[in-house]
């Protein structure tokens, strides 16, 4: 049973680039919401996908965006980087029982 | 917005030994609360939750309990093992299990042999 993965596992981006982060739901699950998870904090809601629709979303910029595909995979697209983005992205998915986590993204900005 | 503040930050107990993290939240709305255990590089993997409509839920070594009048809820593992090790964070969320979680700040906890 495949989980939840993420595709890269490792990015280094210099400031102001723009980075694209993938994830593929666990099978069946059409719910997918992304975290950013600073080194040593708790994941923070970034936000979530339904139905290729974003339904909620945290306090993150409008630099952040993303979108959601026909078969449930997501993208997450960051503009104009900064050194505080540097942290791991986390994509959960679910459907009805509560989140499967992904491995994550390390980001690092230079 | 909800904030969720969990104690303590870190957790040293002897192998054999019961450990508890607590943790408070402030949105009275919030009906699912997760907890998460994180090792090293690894990510986070759900090992209970429990719904505002129930006061405690047990699996194995492991129970979490929830008082919704004083908007706080725990974690409490027993028997302690060394593999038990990790950082573990608690969550928040008024929409249920796919609502957006607000997690605490995490619990690292070492069980030493």
């Known amino acids: 049973d495949a989980g939840v993965t993420q595709s890269p596992t490792h990015l280094i981006k210099t400031r102001g680039q723009q980075v694209t982060l993938r994830c593929s739901p666990k099978s069946g699950h059409d719910t997918v919401s992304w975290y950013q998870q600073a080194l040593g904090q708790g994941p923070q809601f970034i936000f979530q996908?339904?139905?290729?629709?974003?339904?909620q979303r945290g306090n993150f910029p409008d630099r952040f965006s993303g979108h959601q595909f026909p078969n449930y995979s997501s993208e997450l697209n960051v503009n104009a980087l900064l050194l505080g983005d540097s942290a791991l992205y986390l994509c959960?998915?679910?459907?009805?029982?509560?989140?499967?986590f992904g491995s994550g993204t390390r980001l690092t900005v230079v | 917005g909800e904030n969720v503040e969990q104690h303590p930050s870190t957790l040293s107990v002897q192998e054999g030994d019961s450990a508890v993290i607590k943790c408070t939240y402030s949105?009275?709305?919030?009906?699912?609360f997760p907890w998460y255990k994180q090792e090293l590089g690894k990510r986070p993997q759900l090992i209970i939750d429990?719904?505002?409509?129930?006061g405690e839920k047990k699996d194995q070594r492991i129970a979490v309990t929830l008082n919704k009048t004083a908007k706080h809820f725990s974690l409490h593992i027993t028997e302690t093992q060394p593999e038990d090790s990790a950082v573990y964070f608690c969550a928040a969320s008024r929409g249920g299990s796919q609502g957006n979680l607000i997690f605490g700040k995490g619990t690292k906890l070492s069980v030493k042999p």
């Open positions: 996908y339904y139905e290729e629709e974003e339904r």
């Open positions: 949105d009275s709305a919030s009906n699912y």
């Open positions: 959960a998915s679910s459907f009805a029982k509560g989140y499967t």
């Open positions: 429990i719904r505002s409509n129930v």
